[in-house]
């Protein structure tokens, strides 16, 4: 099993390197900075892209005190303490770093708006491994993975090299989905899995869209502040989950539930079908 472990790794450093090479760098782009939304009230300047990341706040510290007030979340492992720690640890920072950042967007400041998201990002990739993969591997991973995504930060700074950045914030998207699918889970409710991806992509697609949706609102809410309010909901929905889920004693992936929910669905439909067909066919005889 180690020399497996060591052989992904290898296999991933690999490709990483691979990329590095093949690919071009990618600057920050300084229009990035250019939100739709400059309004100022109350002496605030851009006042609801600053005030829509309090929800952060308040989540991230609701996500604490259920983590460590007599364990309401039943974690039963430390590495799931550590992780989810981690990972409100760093939805709480959001609303700091990215309402800092608000205040006058420029690059120096965009780090402090990022590095609590990488927190995020990673320490949900490592809870993912436990829950999913293997206890101990996802429990080692959760240190490594932080420093991974605060290197990518740090690179992206110093060299003005936005790939493994991008690397770190995008991977868990299509990672976490994919394997909340296909891998078995550990506790009940994966669905809320999906739901906080697809809150998250509708997030990146209001972040693209800032300018038009502020346009199409007539200039009450811009595209960016939306954005903040669906990515609060990530952690809104991963918070419910912890409520609510118990331990999985049936292992099934969503998959597999998925295909045995549709079988049966098809053979109840043809079932169905039959009793139809033959009761026609007795009116007509009699």
Same mark, same amino acid.
């Given at each position: ?11 991933? /450093? ?6 590095? %090479? ?8 300084? #229009?990035?900075?250019?939100? +739709? !939304? $400059? ?7 851009? %006042? ?10 308040? *989540?991230?510290? /609701? ?43 420029? !690059? ?15 320490? /949900?990739? &490592?809870?993912? *491994?436990?829950?999913?993969? !293997? ?28 790939? =493994? ?19 078995? =889970? %550990? ?8 739901? +906080? #991806? ?5 997030? $990146?697609?209001?972040? &693209?869209? !800032? ?8 200039? *009450? ?9 669906? &990515?609060? %909901? ?8 912890? #409520? $609510?889920?118990? /331990? @999985?004693? @049936? ?20 079932? @169905?079908? @039959?009793? +139809?067909?033959? +009761? ?7």
């Amino acid at each position: 099993m180690r020399k497996r472990t060591v052989y992904a790794w290898g296999v991933a /450093i690999l490709c990483f390197v691979v990329l590095m %090479m093949v690919t071009p760098a990618i600057p920050q782009s300084q #229009a990035y900075h250019d939100f +739709a !939304d $400059k309004r100022r009230f109350l002496g605030i300047p851009n %006042m609801l892209n600053v005030v829509s990341n309090f929800p952060f706040l308040v *989540i991230g510290i /609701i996500g604490l005190v259920l983590c460590f007030y007599r364990n309401y979340f039943k974690l039963r492992l430390q590495g799931e303490l550590w992780g989810w720690t981690c990972f409100y640890v760093g939805v709480a920072a959001v609303a700091f770093g990215s309402a800092y950042y608000h205040l006058k967007p420029n !690059d120096a400041r965009l780090v402090w708006d990022r590095l609590p998201m990488t927190i995020a990002f990673t320490s /949900i990739m &490592a809870i993912f *491994i436990i829950e999913r993969i !293997d206890e101990r591997k996802g429990t080692i991973s959760v240190v490594p993975l932080l420093l991974a995504g605060i290197i990518s930060i740090l690179y992206w700074r110093f060299f003005d090299d936005l790939r =493994p950045y991008a690397l770190v914030q995008f991977l868990p998207c299509i990672a976490i989905p994919v394997m909340a699918i296909l891998l078995p =889970p %550990m506790y009940t409710h994966s669905t809320y899995w999906l739901w +906080a #991806a697809v809150f998250y992509l509708l997030a $990146k697609v209001e972040e &693209a869209a !800032d300018k038009p949706i502020y346009n199409w609102t007539h200039h *009450i809410v811009s595209g960016h502040t939306l954005k903040h309010l669906c &990515a609060a %909901m990530v952690p809104v929905l991963l918070t419910l989950m912890l #409520a $609510k889920r118990t /331990i @999985e004693t @049936e292992r099934q992936s969503l998959l597999q539930i998925w295909k045995v929910s549709w079988k049966t669905k098809v053979r109840s439909n043809g079932s @169905e079908e @039959e009793t +139809a067909s033959y +009761a026609a066919v007795s009116v007509v005889e009699s």
